[in-house]
């Protein structure tokens, strides 16, 4: 409570009503507290909330940044300062980093962007490694090397995507057909018809995940969306 009522105070003004009923609120919470050091910040937090009390009408509303310049804070201003830097002593004092805690390190790390990449992965990136080497998912699925090639046996959508791979921003699709037929049938002995439904469920597939789509100009063709280097 008391941190929240610091941030409070750090990033606005309050008026005297807002600030009093904010600072009410942490003396009863304080005071709930069976550490000493808490119940004599209570206490004198509790003073600060007389003195407010006791502020008359015309310092309810501290002046603006502008005329500060021109005349001295009025009572309101000194009394709220005097808060601040009071809890922000407080805060100080029972508050450390956890970094001036020996060994702790065993329970704390500061390497923000090392639990971001692993919590929130790029998605395009994950899926463009499990279509260019599915055999780090499913073993019997087979994977490409620079000896060998494309791999009969991968899935239909990552033999058609490796394929998608080598082309550019247009993608004729008779020649992307005729590309995956003659890796299919090398190793299988299927019908060219059953091939090309495979072929055209597997183009489905990349269209449905981003990667392709139809071309506005050429009916014939599709338009690459994504880049891997």
Partial sequence: MLSYFLMCLSHRVMAKLELEESATKCVKLLKKCSCPQLVE?????ESYVHE??????????????????????????????????YLLETIRKYLRYIDSFPLHELFYFNQASW??????????????????????????????????GI???????????????????????????????????????????VLCEQFHSAVSQLQFMGFVRPAKRKKDHMQRLTWYH
């Fill in 52 to 85: 407010l009390a006791q502020l008359s009408d015309h310092a309810k509303i501290p002046v603006s940044k502008a005329a500060r310049k021109k005349k001295q804070p009025n009572e309101f201003e000194k009394t709220r300062a005097k808060i601040l830097d």
């Fill in 151 to 193: 791999d009969p046996n991968m899935p239909d959508v990552c033999i058609v995507y490796q394929l998608y791979l080598e082309c550019g921003k247009l993608i004729n699709m008779q020649d992307w057909r005729k590309a995956f037929i003659s890796i299919v049938s090398a190793e299988k002995d299927v019908n060219d018809n």
């Fill in 41 to 45: 910040t209570a206490k004198i937090l």
């Fill in 115 to 148: 639990l971001k990449k692993h919590l929130n992965p790029v998605i395009s990136n994950v899926i463009h490694k499990a279509l260019s080497n599915p055999g780090l998912y499913i073993p019997s699925a087979g994977s490409v090397s620079e000896d060998t």
